[in-house]
């Protein structure tokens, strides 16, 4: 049984930084595809991050709105995927969880229905 489990949300200024965790446990986390997805109030789930398998390279693909400012990454050690989200704006206000897949490729990198197991979510909030 995999779980995941998020931490690191909260509220921040404009401009600010917040690093998301999300610990796994069950299995090794290089095994998986795992993504960060968001919600904001009255939207849609939208991909944010992934970074792919250790047999794939740990490539890593981002969404437009956050390229640049975000970074995911994987420490195989702890178990644990980040995402290292820098000069934070409002829009970027919303719930992230973190997913983790199996057997995705490429193509289906972005579709939230490929990821078998998620995070309870954290908060985010970026607001003066």
């Known amino acids: 049984q995999v779980q995941l489990t998020e931490s690191g949300g909260g509220l921040v200024q404009p401009g600010g930084s917040l690093r998301l965790s999300c610990a796994i446990s069950?299995?090794?986390?290089?095994?998986?595809?795992m993504a960060w997805f968001r919600q904001a109030p009255g939207k849609e789930r939208e991909f944010a991050a992934i970074?792919?398998?250790?047999?794939?390279?740990?490539?890593?693909y981002y969404a437009d709105s956050v390229k640049g400012r975000f970074t995911i990454s994987r420490d195989n050690a702890k178990n644990t995927v980040y995402l290292q989200m820098n000069s934070l704006q409002p829009e970027d206000t919303a719930t992230y969880y973190c997913?983790?897949?199996?057997?995705?490729?490429?193509?289906?990198?972005?579709?939230?229905?490929?990821?078998?197991?998620w995070g309870q979510g954290t908060q985010v909030t970026v607001s003066s």
């Open positions: 069950g299995r090794s986390a290089s095994d998986y595809t």
């Open positions: 997913a983790a897949g199996e057997r995705l490729i490429v193509s289906s990198y972005r579709d939230d229905r490929r990821y078998a197991y």
């Open positions: 970074i792919a398998t250790r047999q794939r390279g740990s490539a890593t």
